[in-house]
């Protein structure tokens, strides 16, 4: 949910699923999928833009020049699945369909309607929020700053009240374009996330929510220093280097806020990002969580949703978490500093292919030119990998952006890690312990604040700490999406107390370390400490228990263990430091 008074550019906002209603950005439209014609046109006044003014930018129409978008709603799509997808292609488009709702398509056949027709459906719905009905005594409304599908985004002023008198936005939802359950969900969803999460410095402030019998209002802080997507186009298309950290680091600071109240915002793009002023150095304001949801640590999420070109590999598998915004993270991290998306296509199809099979270029220019650390740190956020990728708390640790004047956010990685870690058996604690022995001092720093934001007395932790840390940082949004439940299961921290060095064991990542080019280095050290103070003769059977696995994967472990004297071998170690689950057996 978002707004502003930013103006309309024509782009390929190619949706993956759009929220079933207006784009909270309110001000941009939605365009059909690429389709081939790679020139540009200008939204605003239907004159062609010559090709060159885009050629750097990845930002480019697929309308044919001077042919503008229509200001009022957003055309559907048609949806082709080249790939053999990771689950059949029917029941994506099914989910599809159900959250756009029955509208029809500018350029395709129209959806099949669900059971029952429209008429009924509507009937069955209940479109009443709950909200104050009051909105019109309150604020009066002025100019439309912005239109979607599903509403629009106008100026108004208070009437009365704290706000008597100061400019607000009112995003208007229509309730006739709310044609299936999902869309009001939506809507509902979107306002209790904006409502919890309000407080943030990077975060669109919400106000209140309103209704009547036609509409949704909702209230929130004016934003008048147009989109991200604006400033990156201003430039060519291109940041500088330490432009690009000034973004990025309010981005991963308001999304490690989210993750660790427990939300995923699940459409981070740049016209997502909105500048409170048109000042060159003012602060910027997260909008539109539409797509966004509530998520317990340890769930995966499995509806596709999102634009295409910023969404993660997992997203198309349908099993996803908080990580999926680091990759949206780092794809707009590329773009800051080179100019062009790191996967592209001329159809939606095409992108995904991209992103599930193709790699960044850092080769052509300007990517010789980039330092070191940006590159790394990009590629740490484009790892296909999920379970490899940084998390918000680490970026802003990472070389590139690291300040020891700026504050460390709490990470929920911690608690589940540390979850994991009690819960272990002693062997497995003992192959982590020599594995943090080996770390590296880069890793150090982030362990090392995270730590301290425990606030250790004598320098030890215990679960005491950890359930004042979650304290600390608490919202609605935290219980909503049960985050506190996680201490739960590290009850058997209530009995003891954890040291930094035992802390460090705990917490740190097998498949984080692994994305590191030293990690053989890394892995080596590691097993030498083990040899001395953690290996020891273990059977195949009881490797399979301690894995969890059953007697069908006896066969593959059996080549984990030296047969010389009975112990983890240098595979084994890196093995079972990982896990294995029976999919892998299967191979």
């Given at each position: 949910m978002g707004h502003c008074c930013s103006k309309n550019v024509s782009v390929v906002n190619t949706d993956v699923t759009t929220s079933a209603r207006d784009?909270?950005?309110?001000?941009?439209?939605?365009?059909?999928?690429?389709?081939?014609?790679?020139?540009?046109?200008?939204?605003?006044?239907?004159?062609?833009?010559?090709?060159?003014?885009?050629?750097?930018?990845?930002?480019?129409?697929?309308?044919?020049?001077?042919?503008?978008?229509?200001?009022?709603?957003?055309?559907?799509?048609?949806?082709r699945w080249p790939l053999p997808p990771p689950s059949p292609a029917k029941p994506i488009m099914a989910a599809i369909l159900r959250r756009r709702g029955p509208s029809k398509p500018v350029d395709g056949p129209t959806p099949i309607p669900e059971e029952g027709g429209d008429g009924e459906r509507e009937r069955r719905l209940d479109k009443s929020f709950g909200y104050a009905k009051n909105f019109g005594a309150k604020y009066e409304l002025g100019k439309e700053v912005g239109r979607g599908h599903f509403g629009h985004t106008c100026w108004a002023k208070g009437k009365k009240g704290e706000l008597k008198g100061q400019a607000v936005a009112v995003k208007i939802v229509s309730k006739a374009k709310m044609t299936t359950a999902i869309a009001i969900e939506d809507v509902r969803r979107e306002v209790k996330i904006l409502?919890?999460?309000?407080?943030?410095?990077?975060?669109?402030?919400?106000?209140?929510?309103?209704?009547?019998?036609?509409?949704?209002?909702?209230?929130?802080?004016?934003?008048?220093?147009?989109?991200?997507?604006?400033?990156?186009?201003?430039?060519?298309?291109?940041?500088?280097?330490?432009?690009?950290?000034?973004?990025?680091?309010?981005?991963?600071?308001?999304?490690?806020?989210?993750?660790?109240?427990?939300?995923?915002?699940?459409?981070?793009?740049?016209?997502?990002?909105?500048?409170?002023?048109?000042?060159e150095d003012s602060p910027m304001k997260?909008?539109?969580?539409?797509?966004?949801?509530?998520?317990?640590?340890?769930?995966?999420?499995?509806?596709?949703?999102?634009?295409?070109?910023?969404?993660?590999?997992?997203?198309?598998?349908?099993?996803?978490?908080?990580?999926?915004?680091?990759?949206s993270i780092g794809v707009i991290t590329y773009i800051l500093l080179c100019g062009s998306r790191p996967f592209w296509a001329r159809t939606?199809?095409?992108?995904?292919?991209?992103?599930?099979?193709?790699?960044?270029?850092?080769?052509?220019?300007?990517?010789?030119?980039v330092s070191p650390e940006a590159k790394d740190f990009v590629k740490r956020l484009l790892n296909k990998d999920h379970r490899k990728r940084m998390t918000a708390a680490q970026a802003l640790t990472h070389p590139w952006l690291r300040d020891e004047n700026r504050a460390v956010p709490l990470d929920i990685l911690i608690y589940k890690l540390v979850k994991s870690y009690v819960r272990a058996t002693p062997f497995?604690?003992?192959?982590?312990?020599?594995?943090?022995?080996a770390i590296r001092e880069d890793e150090l720093v982030y362990l090392k604040a995270q730590f301290k934001l425990l606030e250790p007395r004598n320098g030890c932790v215990s679960i005491s700490n950890f359930r004042a840390a979650l304290t600390r940082n608490s919202t609605d949004a935290m219980r909503e999406s049960r985050v506190p439940e996680i201490l739960n299961v590290m009850e058997p921290l209530s009995y003891k107390?954890?040291?930094?060095?035992?802390?460090?064991?705990?917490?740190?990542?097998?498949?984080?370390?692994?994305?590191?080019?030293?990690?053989?280095?890394?892995?080596?050290?590691?097993?030498?400490?083990?040899?001395?103070?953690?290996?020891?003769?273990?059977?195949?059977?009881?490797?399979?228990?301690?894995?969890?696995?059953?007697?069908?994967?006896?066969?593959?472990?059996?080549?984990?263990?030296?047969?010389?004297?009975?112990?983890?071998?240098?595979?084994?170690?890196?093995?079972?430091?990982?896990?294995?689950?029976?999919?892998?057996?299967?191979?």
């Open positions: 784009r909270s950005a309110g001000t941009r439209e939605s365009l059909p999928s690429p389709s081939g014609n790679s020139e540009s046109g200008d939204a605003r006044s239907g004159k062609p833009t010559p090709a060159h003014s885009f050629s750097a930018s990845p930002f480019q129409s697929p309308l044919p020049a001077g042919v503008a978008p229509s200001p009022a709603r957003t055309p559907g799509r048609k949806f409502k919890a999460l309000s407080g943030h410095n990077n975060l669109v402030k919400f106000h209140d929510a309103f209704e009547d019998t036609n509409n949704v209002y909702v209230v929130m802080e004016l934003c008048q220093g147009g989109e991200l997507l604006d400033r990156i186009l201003s430039r060519g298309g291109r940041y500088t280097e330490e432009d690009a950290k000034k973004i990025i680091v309010q981005i991963l600071n308001v999304m490690a806020f989210c993750h660790l109240q427990g939300v995923v915002h699940r459409d981070l793009k740049p016209e997502n990002f909105l500048f409170v002023t048109r000042d997260v909008i539109d969580f539409g797509l966004s949801d509530f998520i317990r640590p340890d769930q995966r999420l499995n509806d596709i949703v999102g634009s295409a070109y910023y969404v993660a590999p997992e997203v198309l598998h349908r099993s996803y978490n908080v990580e999926a915004d680091l990759w939606e199809s095409g992108i995904f292919r991209s992103v599930l099979r193709a790699d960044p270029n850092f080769d052509d220019s300007p990517w010789p030119a497995r604690r003992a192959a982590l312990k020599a594995l943090s022995k107390q954890m040291d930094f060095e035992e802390f460090c064991a705990a917490a740190i990542n097998p498949y984080q370390l692994e994305a590191l080019e030293g990690w053989e280095d890394i892995a080596n050290t590691a097993f030498e400490y083990f040899e001395q103070e953690g290996n020891r003769v273990i059977s195949v059977e009881e490797l399979a228990r301690e894995l969890n696995l059953g007697s069908q994967a006896l066969s593959l472990l059996k080549d984990w263990i030296r047969n010389s004297d009975g112990k983890l071998s240098f595979l084994g170690y890196t093995k079972f430091l990982h896990g294995v689950t029976l999919r892998n057996t299967r191979h």
